[in-house]
């Protein structure tokens, strides 16, 4: 059996009027991610995180933000398609960890949605998924709630 660990990052500006979507679940806020997709910066950096794991490229060959095939695209259609480019290397998810920085909004109340959205996609558990939230402490852009990060590391088998 082979295994191989990846690790992924994303950041997407923050603005007023648009709707934040992270780990696949729309959450009330008053800015959200501008982006060509839905910006869900959490599902970026996880298909990063697969996508290096597997030996592959980065997301943005697979889906650029050029193309308008990705424009507005649900960002669990692009973690699906993640998947079925990381099992067509023979591998599957073993578990996903992950780390969220923002100010706000507070995304506890939303993280069992979170889990239970990628590991239905990702074909795991939700207790393989883990969704951790940070702020950075007013520090940076992410401080002045401007932008968002998400980090994410996999394991993956095959």
Same mark, same amino acid.
């Given at each position: 059996?082979? &295994?191989?660990? $990846?690790? =992924?990052?994303?950041f997407?500006?923050?603005? +007023? @009027?648009?709707?934040m979507?992270?780990?696949?679940?729309?959450? +009330?806020? #008053?800015? @959200?991610? !501008?982006?060509?997709? *839905?910006g869900?910066?959490?599902?970026?950096a996880?298909? *990063? %995180?697969?996508? =290096? %794991?597997?030996?592959?490229?980065?997301?943005?060959?697979?889906? +650029?933000? /050029?193309?308008?095939?990705?424009?507005?695209?649900?960002?669990?259609?692009?973690? =699906?398609?993640?998947?079925?480019?990381?099992?067509?290397? @023979?591998?599957?998810?073993?578990? &996903?960890?992950?780390? !969220?920085?923002l #100010?706000? +909004?507070? &995304?506890?109340?939303?993280?069992? #949605?979170?889990?239970? %959205?990628?590991?239905?996609?990702? $074909?795991?558990?939700?207790?393989?998924? /883990? &969704?951790?939230?940070?702020?950075? #402490?007013?520090?940076?852009? /992410? $401080?002045?709630?401007? @932008? !968002? !990060?998400?980090?994410?590391?996999?394991?993956?088998? =095959?």
């Amino acid at each position: 059996m082979k &295994i191989r660990i $990846g690790q =992924g990052i994303d950041f997407h500006r923050l603005e +007023p @009027g648009l709707e934040m979507h992270l780990g696949g679940v729309k959450i +009330p806020s #008053e800015k @959200g991610c !501008v982006a060509h997709s *839905d910006g869900d910066v959490l599902l970026h950096a996880i298909c *990063d %995180a697969l996508l =290096g %794991a597997a030996g592959l490229r980065d997301i943005g060959f697979y889906f +650029p933000d /050029t193309s308008q095939e990705f424009k507005n695209i649900d960002s669990k259609i692009l973690l =699906g398609r993640t998947i079925d480019l990381v099992k067509q290397k @023979g591998f599957s998810v073993v578990n &996903i960890d992950s780390t !969220v920085c923002l #100010e706000k +909004p507070k &995304i506890a109340p939303y993280i069992n #949605e979170m889990r239970e %959205a990628i590991s239905s996609i990702a $074909g795991t558990e939700p207790d393989d998924v /883990t &969704i951790k939230a940070t702020t950075t #402490e007013k520090l940076g852009f /992410t $401080g002045r709630e401007e @932008g !968002v !990060v998400a980090l994410a590391v996999v394991l993956i088998s =095959g």
